[in-house]
């Protein structure tokens, strides 16, 4: 028997049964489910230093220029080069370079790379990043005690989760629109993540102008331990 703060009685049931009731939800915008995921991060890289995710970060960049950007960034880098391949080679031997002739694409600028490709050349080149990270020139301590290590380190792991997450959502996008797709929890993140490419190439820029700045005022101590 229970009793209840008034003192009547009260069949046990009454009692068991909204306790036995889920009454906790949680609902989060993609903005702020975004936010937490780059706040993660930010930690991760607060605590390793700029150093110890330089790596990272740089074949990061290098991963969603190569595969996520449209998908045709590779083909239209080799045209480029196969196009002009000639004017290279009359400028390097010093002759006329308007005279030298300008060839058809190599590939059909229309082709682009299958998703699938894509997106395991993605986490091969993230991948990377972490193996090479191992014997990296300016990797530092694992406690760093540099001024600027641990800040730039925040805004450097926030970034690389960023793009992480950034490149799930175009690729699951693109899924879609390709007619795939599947359901479950992993599906709903991705359905509600915004989508916030169009900020990348200028935090990407941010990155390099950073990293060209440290370089310039302490190149001594770059490839110092």
């Given at each position: 028997?229970?009793?209840?703060?008034?003192?009547?009685?009260?069949?046990?049931?009454?009692?068991?049964?909204?306790?036995?009731?889920?009454?906790f939800t949680l609902n989060l915008s993609g903005f702020a489910l975004l936010v937490i995921f780059m706040a993660l991060g930010g930690y991760w890289g607060y605590q390793q230093g700029l150093r110890n995710i330089l790596t990272q970060a740089i074949w990061t960049i290098v991963a969603y220029i190569t595969t996520v950007q449209g998908g045709t960034f590779v083909v239209d880098l080799i045209n480029r080069f196969w196009q002009n391949g000639p004017r290279l080679v009359s400028f390097a031997i010093g002759q006329d370079v308007g005279s030298a002739p300008v060839l058809d694409p190599l590939i059909d600028p229309n082709f682009q790379v299958p998703l699938f490709?894509?997106?395991l050349t993605f986490i091969a080149l993230v991948l990377l990043g972490f193996f090479f990270n191992r014997a990296a020139a300016w990797k530092g301590n694992p406690n760093p005690k540099e001024p600027l290590a641990r800040p730039l380190g925040l805004f450097v792991g926030a970034l690389i989760v960023l793009l992480w997450t950034n490149a799930a959502v175009v690729f699951w996008q693109e899924y879609n629109l390709g007619g795939g797709g599947f359901g479950g929890p992993l599906a709903n993140i991705l359905n509600v993540l915004p989508n916030v490419s169009i900020l990348m190439?200028?935090?990407?820029?941010?990155?390099?102008?950073?990293?060209?700045?440290?370089?310039a005022f302490n190149f001594p101590k770059v490839w110092k331990p």
């Open positions: 028997m229970y009793f209840t703060e008034a003192g009547r009685l009260v069949p046990p049931g009454v009692l068991l049964g909204p306790l036995a009731q889920p009454t490709f894509r997106f190439p200028s935090l990407i820029a941010i990155f390099f102008l950073i990293l060209i700045i440290l370089i």
